[in-house]
């Protein structure tokens, strides 16, 4: 069966501006989950969501924003984007609330200059 | 607030030889346990996960980890190592009390380096 598709793969934006990446999970995955990855900070948690719910938030600023579709389908948005958010964005699904286990998507690599 | 620390930031072993990958979490219930490895410019992959019974778990790719609940930790294992191994190691820890709620916190993550 497919995996999690995270698009786009990469991605170089101009500071100020602002993105939106997507992830389809696995079929039949009803939570979906983002994670920020960098060097100095390491597996950052974004936000979770079961249903079209947000059912967990990071402690990420105001600018980080999602949401999740019927579908489970899942979209981030950055806005007024800064030369610090340049990351791997990951996205994981799982059947229900994470007691499975999650499965990534390969992620999204943003550059920010 | 639950945590998950990986003590070291890089193990080296030789082929052939066990490997051990340590990692210690807390929580304030019970945990799900689980350990992810992640290759160059990809997402993480499971390993394996630890909810409850046998304190020894075993998981793909000849690796197993064993939940110690007095000294709360859950260290990853392989009795052979191979050059293929090298890796990032990823320890992560989800309270069982509140699963419907709480997040799977990650430790920083160990970068295994098998040597040929």
């Known amino acids: 069966k497919a995996g999690v598709t995270q698009t786009p793969r990469y991605l170089i934006k101009t500071r100020g501006q602002q993105v939106t990446l997507s992830c389809s999970p696995i079929?039949?995955?009803?939570?979906v989950s983002w994670y920020q990855q960098t060097p100095g900070q390491g597996l950052q948690f974004l936000f979770e969501?079961?249903?079209?719910?947000?059912?967990n938030k990071g402690n990420f600023p105001g600018r980080f924003s999602g949401r999740q579709f019927s579908n489970s389908r899942s979209e981030m948005n950055v806005s007024t984007l800064e030369l610090g958010d340049s990351a791997l964005y990951l996205c994981?699904?799982?059947?229900?609330?994470?007691?499975?286990?999650?499965?990534f998507g390969s992620g999204t690599r943003l550059t920010v200059v | 607030a639950q945590s998950v620390a990986q003590p070291e930031d890089q193990v080296n072993v030789a082929e052939g030889n066990p490997l051990t990958v340590k990692c210690t979490y807390s929580v304030s219930g019970n945990p799900y346990l689980f350990w992810y490895v992640q290759y160059p410019n990809r997402g993480l992959q499971f390993l394996l996960k630890?909810?409850?019974?046998?304190?020894l778990v075993k998981g793909s790719y000849g690796f197993e980890a064993e939940f110690n609940k007095s000294q709360t930790s859950f260290h990853l294992k392989k009795p052979s190592a191979l050059v293929s191994d090298s890796a990032l190691y990823f320890c992560a820890v989800r309270d069982m009390e509140n699963s419907g709620y709480s997040t799977l916190t990650f430790g920083k993550g160990t970068m295994l380096l098998v040597s040929p």
């Open positions: 994981a699904s799982s059947l229900s609330t994470g007691v499975d286990g999650y499965t």
């Open positions: 079929s039949g995955h009803r939570s």
């Open positions: 969501y079961f249903s079209e719910t947000q059912r």
């Open positions: 630890y909810i409850t019974g046998d304190n």
